[in-house]
């Protein structure tokens, strides 16, 4: 940081004195903080007193300090820290911070700083001939979606160009600074896009309506006509554990199991109208597909799996996987046709979701501990 001193004693006036609404606005302040804490209102008493004067003076210094109780330097020492506080004389008009902060430099803040050269003095800091003007350069005054932007006392003025900036100098030194209106010097609401919203305007919505509604038709159709049926008992390798388990027997051929998927494909299908090509799942009607399960009254809490959060446990659910011990049986076909309708790339082999579930099945968190040594998630 640049060495920052106060003013030449030429610039410094005689006195200060808070007027009568800053007066009693400052006694207001310092009565916010408890008894022995009123130092605390410094930095408020100093903002006020440059809103003021449009400068931070010696006197505005020395009167702070003897409203708070303070020495004279450990004002002067927050003064001089803060680059918000001014201590030399600025435009009586307007001060003109430009940011110059990477998104504003990539933006075009160096063509601004040129106007302010070229409207009011090659120097920052130096006041144009008439003393209504000045300028600076700034760090980021946090508008970067907004970039280039100025600030000229409290309000930003932002997507400036070089001709913008002018006129809004122009006005300012007019005295008509406030007829400008503050924000976006452009087509823009804020920082939402340029032009306004591309996306999911009413025309958007209505040209997609029809294929949506279509697509949830054929795929309803679809899931009736070829109702998933899994492999016989014979032809799929059984686990112990689904040996012990007799809810692990019922496939979803029932037909309240075929509702809950044909009302699954509908709601996929509103969401985002796309067939099982294109998304790369495979199909549910697979030999590979694990046997699912009517949902029991108590279900295991599929989540205690590390790689499983709530919206992957729904997506379990959907299919018919609703137990620890399910997940336990899995074989490696199976595992694979899970991962790829999840479209997991590999995680349930990597986070070993098999062995969660058989220590999870076997003896729930207890297990879970004696064989990860840390708690299930």
């Known amino acids: 940081m640049s060495v920052r001193r106060l003013a030449e004693d030429q610039f410094q006036p005689a006195a200060f004195a808070f007027n009568d609404e800053n007066a009693a606005w400052a006694d207001k302040t310092i009565q916010k903080y408890p008894e022995g804490r009123q130092q605390s209102a410094v930095i408020p008493l100093l903002m006020r007193a440059q809103e003021q004067d449009g400068w931070v003076t010696r006197p505005a210094i020395e009167k702070i300090a003897d409203m708070l109780d303070m020495a004279y330097i450990r004002v002067l020492e927050v003064a001089t820290f803060y680059t918000q506080f001014q201590l030399n004389p600025v435009g009586t008009r307007a001060h003109i911070q430009v940011c110059g902060t990477t998104p504003c430099m990539l ?92 996306t999911l305007t009413d025309d958007d919505s209505k040209a997609k309506k029809a294929p949506a509604k279509k697509a949830v038709a054929e795929a309803a159709t679809a899931k009736v006509d070829a109702a998933p049926v899994p492999p016989s008992e014979a032809a799929r390798p059984k686990s112990t554990d689904a040996e012990t388990n007799p809810a692990l027997k019922t496939p979803v051929t029932a037909p309240k199991a075929a509702a809950k998927n044909v009302k699954a494909v509908e709601e996929q299908a509103v969401a985002a109208p796309v067939t099982a090509a294109e998304t790369g799942k495979p199909s549910l009607t697979d030999k590979n597909r694990p046997a699912g399960i009517d949902k029991p009254e108590t279900p295991d ?45 590999g995680r349930i082999e990597r986070d070993d979701w098999v062995k969660q579930a058989k220590a999870l099945a076997k003896g729930g968190e207890a297990e879970y501990i004696k064989v990860f040594g840390k708690k299930p998630r």
């Open 107 to 198: 933006r075009g803040s160096e063509s601004l700083m040129a106007v302010c050269k070229s409207k009011i003095h090659h120097h920052p800091f130096e006041r144009n001939a008439e003393g209504t003007l000045s300028w600076e350069e700034v760090e980021c005054l946090g508008a970067c979606v907004n970039a280039p932007m100025v600030m000229i006392g409290k309000d930003t003025y932002e997507d400036l160009t070089p001709e913008r900036l002018e006129q809004i100098i122009d006005t300012f030194e007019a005295g008509n600074g406030a007829s400008i209106t503050p924000g976006p010097q452009i087509d823009r609401h804020f920082s939402s896009p340029e032009g306004g919203p591309t």
């Open 301 to 345: 809490d599929l989540k205690m799996i590390s790689g499983v959060g709530p919206k992957i446990e729904s997506t379990l659910h959907e299919i018919g996987i609703f137990t620890f011990a399910q997940v336990a049986s899995w074989k490696k076909a199976e595992r694979e046709w899970v991962d790829g309708y999840l479209n997991f790339k």
